[in-house]
């Protein structure tokens, strides 16, 4: 990376946001909300060599009671809370949530579990295509 790059990738734009954006968000988030139209918004509004500064704004399909037949918005959601796209990745974050519905000190389950989603992530369970009949792996 050039040192250009490197100086456009370092700014701060949150006057702008405070100022200029924000505003003009509440009255689009307004008019969201008024006609139940589900949002997600999240800009960058900062960046330094520490990390990178996001307003995020989300209302759910669930939120106005709606199903959304590819609901893209809660995947965003799932992905801006720390969930990864890479299958594995996700295992100490399951485990995490899991837990909490387990009693102390019983982690075979969670490991069993989230073991089984890694395989679900990875293709394991896929329907086979052309009718052909799944086989079961070892």
Known sequence: MSQTEKDR?????KSVYQHKIRPLLK????????????VFIDMAIANDKDGTTYETEFHSSGSYG??????????????????????GHNRPY???ALSQYLEEGDTDDITDI???????EEGADMPKENGEEETERP
């Not at 009255?27 to 589900?38: K, Q, W, Y």
């Not at 995947?75 to 890479?86: D, H, I, Q, R, T």
């Not at 989230?114 to 679900?120: C, F, I, L, N, V």
């Open 9 to 13: 990738s370092v700014y701060d734009k």
């Open 27 to 38: 009255e689009l988030l307004l008019i969201c909300n008024d006609n139940s139209i589900p």
């Open 66 to 87: 709606i199903y959304l037949h590819d609901d893209v918005l809660y995947k965003y959601a799932l992905v801006k809370n720390g969930f990864s796209v890479y299958p």
């Open 94 to 96: 399951l485990e995490e």
């Open 114 to 120: 989230t073991e089984d989603a890694e395989d679900k």
